[in-house]
């Protein structure tokens, strides 16, 4: 054997293994902070146990109550806290002391700090209103995140509204002055046609862009070291579908999507789920990635849904997490909107078993678990 292949083996073959584990696995941000890199390898460990159960707006209010202090609803239901805090920054950039569902953002910084001091995994999604025409999310002007792009007319207004995000994140401190990590998710459900960044209202190289740029304007200009990124779709129906507009393996900490099963039967659902978690999970194990579902609601009329349907679907694979969305109680139409039991909910005693199953993973789980550790 020349002694240059031999050498270039040794490199490849023992050197360079023994470097790169002694790096250990990286979120994309190199710079990230002691606990942020923590999360980010135990999120990764702790799939091979179960998924955790997430629940957005969780400590805020359920359909029968706001702002009691200490409550859940899946704490009334379970005697346990979620394992992962869900909540919503829309409205902050306009400087709303609200968000966008009611819940003031004081009050917000107070309650992540109160899930991340119990252990749990807090993560932020954003419904940012359309920079360009100043109305809501969902108001898909053409030309919208061209216009934010460097050079675009709205640049300066949407890094305006980064600042106001990144000084937001500067305020999740725990009492020792340690910064929270927070899985960010911003421009969810991508694919869809709902959301101004949303499916045909840009092309792919558009929102790369925008989604590099947003990255690196909080890591890099406002060095901001405690978040990890989170990029998501909607249902999909192929991987080619799922990746159109993903920005790459240097962009992305947490891949994941988001389903919500509307007027599906319960096996069209499970199919559905168990087609796009088993894409979801091979492209995890490819990019190494941390694979989520990152918003869900099932058919709560169904009292052993929770078993009989959710279960099904997912516990036969290795995700990290999934987050329940919001239990907003009374629309004005009078009909009540939640995606997890309440007390006295007919899922209620379904979703105990749920909690018991050795797959499920809330609060006291991830309490032992030291994730941050
Ligand atoms: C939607 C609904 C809305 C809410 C929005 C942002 O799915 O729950 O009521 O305003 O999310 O949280």
């Not at 819940?103 to 992540?112: A, G």
């Not at 309440?342 to 006291?364: C, H, I, M």
Request: proline share 4%; hydrophobic share 35%; with cysteine.
């Amino acid at each position: 054997m020349p002694f240059r292949f031999a050498f270039s083996m040794l490199v490849y073959f023992f050197l360079v293994p023994v470097i790169t584990a002694g790096q250990g696995d990286m979120p994309i941000d190199k710079a990230a902070t002691k606990e942020t890199t923590s999360l980010y390898r135990n999120l990764k460990k702790l799939s091979g146990k179960g998924f955790m159960f997430g629940h957005q707006d969780a400590l805020a209010y359920g359909v029968n109550w706001k702002y009691e202090d200490g409550r859940s609803d899946i704490k009334d239901v379970t005697g346990d806290y979620p394992a992962v805090y869900g909540w919503e920054l829309g409205h902050l950039e306009i400087d709303k002391p609200v968000n966008l569902d009611s819940v003031p953002f004081k009050k917000m910084q107070q309650l992540i700090i109160q899930g991340y001091d119990r252990g749990g995994v807090i993560t932020i999604s954003w419904h940012l209103n359309n920079p360009l025409t100043g109305k809501s999310a969902w108001d898909p002007a053409a030309g919208t995140v061209s216009s934010i792009l460097p050079g675009g007319s709205k640049n300066n207004l949407y890094k305006e509204w980064l600042d106001k995000v990144a000084a937001f994140m500067i305020g999740l401190k725990d009492e020792n002055g340690t910064f929270i990590p927070v899985i960010f998710r911003p421009y969810h459900e991508l694919n869809g046609n709902w959301f101004w960044w949303g499916g045909k209202h840009c092309s792919s190289e558009e929102f790369k862009k925008l989604w590099i740029f947003t990255v690196s304007y909080l890591r890099d200009e406002k060095k901001l070291h405690h978040l990890l990124y989170a990029y998501n779709t909607d249902r999909f129906s192929s991987r080619e579908e799922y990746l159109e507009k993903y920005p790459g393996d240097e962009w992305v900490d947490v891949i994941g999507f988001d389903i919500y099963q509307r007027n599906s039967s319960n096996e069209k659902f499970i199919s559905d789920i168990d087609k796009m978690l088993s894409t979801l999970e091979d492209l995890s194990k490819e990019k190494n990635k941390i694979p989520a579902l990152t918003e869900f609601g099932g058919n709560l009329s169904d009292s052993s849904w929770w078993t009989g349907t959710f279960l099904k679907a997912i516990g036969n694979h290795q995700i990290s997490y999934v987050l329940g969305w919001r239990n907003a109680g009374a629309k004005s139409t009078g009909e009540l909107e939640f995606y997890v039991p309440y007390r006295g909910q007919s899922t209620e005693k379904d979703f105990v078993k749920f909690y018991q199953d050795a797959k499920t993973l809330f609060g006291e789980d991830v309490k032992n678990e030291k994730l941050y550790k």
